[in-house]
Structure formats: C-alpha cells, structure tokens
Nanobody
Framework: QVQLVESGGGLVQPGGSLRLSCAASVGIFRLYAMGWYRQAPGKQRDLVARITSGDITNYADSVKGRFTISRDNAKNTVYLQMNSLKPEDTAVYYC????????WGKGTLVTVSS
C-alpha cells in the first residue's frame, strides 16, 4: 500500500508563495498520474492540479497561472509551487493519484491571511 506524506504548508500573507511536497513510499508512483487536491472548511475536496506520467499538466481555472505542479520520479515526490496566493486558497492540501485512490494522507494546511 502506497503511503503519501504531504508537507510544506503554513501561514502566508496574500500575494505570498509556498511550495508543497508529497513523498510516496514506493517507486511505482512514477507510473501514475498524480494530483494535488484541496479541501476548504465545509467544502468538498477538489482536484486543483494534475501531472501525468509523461509530465503533461492540467490546472483548475481557479489556480491556473499561479500554481505549478511538478514531479521528481527519482525521489518519488510531487511538488506544488503556489504563487500569488489568495485567501480563497486556504485549505488542507492533499496529493493522490488521478483518479484518486482511497489511500489519502493527512494533508498539509495552507492558510492565506493578513
């Protein structure tokens, strides 16, 4: 069973940046499309960025042009660079395969506030 560990969240002011990381416990993750999801308080969990095994990327309209997803298969790690952060980006961020498996990590909290 693949374990996913997210890190890099924190408190940041509007307009700031953060880089999230997601480490997978096994190397086969490089065969899968991976994504970053987020869940704001009282809302459903949504996919915001996706990267295929061939490094093709897609983004939700709400983050397009501000977030960048990347992967390092040698390190079994997926990253999310978040720039120009807005208060509405506040959420717990998770990584998982796309489509998602039932195996979710604990996520990392991003709070955008002045």
């Amino acid at each position: 069973q693949v374990q996913l560990v997210e890190s890099g969240g924190g408190l940041v002011q509007p307009g700031g940046s953060l880089r999230l990381s997601c480490a997978a416990s096994v190397g086969i993750f490089r065969l899968y499309a991976m994504g970053w999801y987020r869940q704001a308080p009282g809302k459903q969990r949504d996919l915001v960025a996706r990267i295929t095994s061939g490094d093709i990327t897609n983004y939700a309209d709400s983050v397009k042009g501000r977030f960048t997803i990347s992967r390092d298969n040698a390190k079994n790690t997926v990253y999310l660079q978040m720039n120009s952060l807005k208060p509405e980006d506040t959420a717990v961020y998770y990584c998982n395969a796309v489509p998602a498996t039932p195996n979710w990590g604990k996520g990392t909290l991003v709070t955008v506030s002045s």
